[in-house]
């Protein structure tokens, strides 16, 4: 996967944990190693902590699936599978 759409899918990820108001300390963490990303290129604190937020993401669907889109899950798997 292409490190912008990683970057893009993280970014969506995060605003929608923020739209959904879950798990705080999950996003600032999202954010931090989106920052650290863009200074070094190492994705592995986004796939890490990607992981986490595609089980919360599923976990928040299951409860209300409308609340979290197929595509935004699909492309998080693909961004953490395929990076």
């Known amino acids: 996967m292409q490190t912008s759409k990683l970057e893009k899918t993280v970014e969506s990820v995060v605003e929608k944990l ?6 705080d300390h999950l996003v600032s963490e999202l954010q931090w190693c989106l920052g650290s990303y ?4 190492n994705p592995s604190g ?15 669907k299951e409860k209300n699936s409308r609340s ?16």
């Open 46 to 60: 986004l796939l890490e902590k990607g992981n986490i937020a595609l089980v919360l993401l599923k976990q928040v």
């Open 18 to 23: 923020q739209k959904l108001k879950v798990n």
């Open 38 to 41: 863009r200074n070094d290129n």
């Open 68 to 83: 979290v889109s197929k595509k935004l899950i699909e492309d998080l798997e693909k961004a953490v599978i395929l990076a």
